[in-house]
């Protein structure tokens, strides 16, 4: 009954701390302010330049996900599907969700035989089945992701040397379907095949759009949608955002090897308290034998845990940049 208490407090302190960081997180009133005043300034300049950046904000505004969504799905599970299908994996949600519970009860089993206590096999068993999938998946989204992400400007100058040819864009489509490697001929298959069935390719680009949920492939999409509206020479427009695709990824690259140092000292301090244990409990076990028995010191290794995600959190915000 004790531990049940100081489980409730301990959960009662972190959620009144996070409901204290949501409360003053929130954007200030001087920046909405001069955010609302440049959206009315867009809007009703006399510059053409100023009116294509104010269709530009809007659609990107309308493509921005909700926060409690995957951009491109209507509820938890479709956007769970819609992740794993991100990985280029044919793996379904039957198949994650089986992984996720066999190690559940392998994780959870060992635990409590190891130890005899049955709510940390629980809470560790619970942190290993939903955390080591879900890792492993983001980290095959991030891999797939930098990978089309190199290769999309090349296949912008693709289609560019093929408008310059005189051939039409959904030629120059298929084109690059077949001629780019990687995840990028992929998508750009999967909509060339949209249009064959009879989508349009606005709608055909806006799919995958929402499904990629990449910004580089969303400036690719407003770009077109702009020169529709406005007219102009579509091919020296893409050649410009190939440009500023390469120059992105360079400012990114700066950016990683700049904060390099910090996201090493911030790796080094989160995990050096997991291995000290570790090493201890490997040379001595009964030292630290206690915390998995004493519901005192289970507690507080829970609390100390808590505290160290709360602060890997702000370390993590810290070295993080948005271009």
Same mark, same amino acid.
């Given at each position: 009954m004790n531990m049940l208490h100081l489980l409730l407090v301990s959960g009662g302190l972190f959620a009144a701390l996070a409901m204290v960081w949501l409360a003053f997180a929130g954007p200030s009133p001087q920046k909405e302010s001069a955010r609302r005043l440049g959206q009315v300034r867009y809007r009703h300049s006399e510059s053409a330049v100023d009116r294509v950046e104010a269709q530009m904000r809007k659609a990107v505004a309308a493509r921005r996900p909700k926060m409690h969504q995957i951009a491109g799905s209507s509820s938890r599970v479709e956007a769970l599907a819609l992740r794993l299908h991100r990985t280029g994996k044919d793996w379904t949600l039957q198949q994650y969700l089986m992984v996720s519970g066999g190690l559940f009860v392998v994780v959870a089993g060992l635990v409590f035989l190891?130890?005899?206590?049955?709510i940390l096999a629980l809470v560790i068993g619970l942190f290993v089945g939903a955390g080591v999938p879900h890792v492993v998946v983001g980290h095959l989204v991030k891999k797939r992701t930098t990978q089309?992400?190199?290769?999309?400007?090349?296949?912008?100058?693709?289609?560019v040397r093929g408008l310059r040819s005189g051939l039409p864009?959904?030629?120059?489509?298929?084109i690059v379907a077949t001629e780019v490697p990687g995840p990028v001929?992929?998508?750009?298959k999967l909509i060339t095949e949209r249009i064959k069935i009879g989508k349009t390719m606005e709608d055909a680009l806006q799919d995958t759009a929402n499904r990629l949920d990449m910004a580089e492939f969303s400036f690719?999409?407003?770009?077109?949608?702009?020169?529709?509206?406005?007219?102009?020479?579509?091919?020296?427009t893409l050649a410009n955002l190939s440009d500023v695709l390469r120059k992105r990824a360079q400012m990114k690259l700066k950016i990683r090897a700049m904060s390099s140092e910090s996201k090493a000292s911030a790796y080094i301090v989160g995990?050096?308290?997991f291995i000290v244990f570790g090493l201890i409990y490997w040379v001595n076990p009964l030292y630290l034998g206690k915390f998995f028995i004493d519901e005192r010191l289970m507690v507080t290794g829970f609390g100390g845990m808590?505290? @160290?995600?709360?602060?890997?959190?702000? @370390?993590a915000k810290m070295v993080s940049f948005e271009i």
């Open positions: 190891k130890s005899g206590a049955p089309f992400i190199v290769k999309f400007p090349d296949a912008i100058e693709l289609l864009v959904s030629e120059t489509l298929s001929g992929e998508e750009f690719f999409c407003i770009t077109l949608a702009i020169q529709r509206e406005t007219g102009g020479n579509l091919a020296e995990s050096l308290p808590v505290w @160290m995600s709360m602060g890997a959190f702000i @370390m």
